[in-house]
């Protein structure tokens, strides 16, 4: 998608980040005000998609390349194991829908066991004009009103992990499974531990996914000894 970005909107999507990311980060700024916030970048990085006339080709054959996202290092073997075991991962970010998908299957990632809830581009004479949900952003996720599918999966199951880079994400933790439910958190600054030690059942500093698979194998053989 670089690739169809001029010079001045790849600037303009640079400046939004340094501006709004320091403000998701901040937890002196209230609720209500940050989300306004998380709110704006997204909109504005729309704008840019639609001003850029991209395309929904553009959208595929960039997302397809495997180096388009980062994957944390054990992401892939925590994908694996989760397939073996039929063990559902529901993926809920404030990221394009589209680009998640497409880079999921270019790495041979997105089987019948991921899930995805995130912001779904829709086009108009092949290009990019908006997105077709509402608008998902990193304070609005615990508001999103999940397909019927993710909530049976979800109320079947006596055991879940939730994994988050912010404090807000256990706001996903679901109804009646707060005491069946692991809060992982993947602590940003260590300025903010105290912050997410009052949230988060486990802290990792490390942000690869190594721990967090350890975890799922121990529940996996408790469950299945």
């Known amino acids: 998608m670089a690739k169809s970005l001029s010079k001045e909107l790849?600037?303009?999507?640079?400046?939004?980040?340094?501006?709004?990311?320091?403000?998701e980060k901040d937890?002196?700024?209230?609720f209500s005000k940050k989300s306004k916030y998380m709110k704006e970048w997204l909109e504005k990085n729309i704008h840019i998609f639609i001003k850029s006339k991209i395309t929904e080709e553009d959208i595929k054959e960039v997302s397809k390349d495997k180096n388009c996202m980062k994957l944390r290092k054990n992401a892939i073997d925590l994908f694996n194991y989760a397939n073996k075991h039929k063990i559902p991962i529901i993926i809920i970010s404030a990221g394009i829908e589209d680009i998640i998908e497409n880079f999921l299957k270019?790495?041979?990632l997105l089987n019948e066991?991921?899930?995805?809830?995130?912001?779904r581009l829709k086009y108009k004479d092949k290009k990019?004009?908006?997105i077709k949900n509402k608008p998902v952003h990193s304070l609005n996720k615990s508001k999103i009103k999940y397909p019927n599918k993710i909530k049976k999966i979800i109320n079947e199951k006596d055991k879940?992990?939730?994994l988050g880079d912010n404090i807000e994400d256990t706001l996903l933790t679901p109804k009646g499974k707060e005491k069946s439910t692991v809060k992982i958190g993947f602590l940003n600054k260590e300025e903010h531990r105290q912050n997410y030690q009052k949230s988060f059942d486990i802290i990792l500093k490390?942000?690869?996914?190594?721990e967090v698979l350890n975890i799922v194998k121990n529940i996996q053989i408790k469950k299945y000894p």
Request: overall charge positive.
């Open 206 to 210: 490390d942000r690869s996914f190594k």
């Open 106 to 108: 270019a790495n041979n």
């Open 27 to 30: 937890y002196k700024i209230s």
């Open 113 to 119: 066991n991921v899930h995805i809830i995130s912001n």
């Open 160 to 162: 879940i992990i939730l």
């Open 128 to 130: 990019i004009s908006g």
């Open 10 to 23: 790849k600037e303009e999507c640079q400046n939004n980040r340094n501006y709004y990311l320091p403000k």
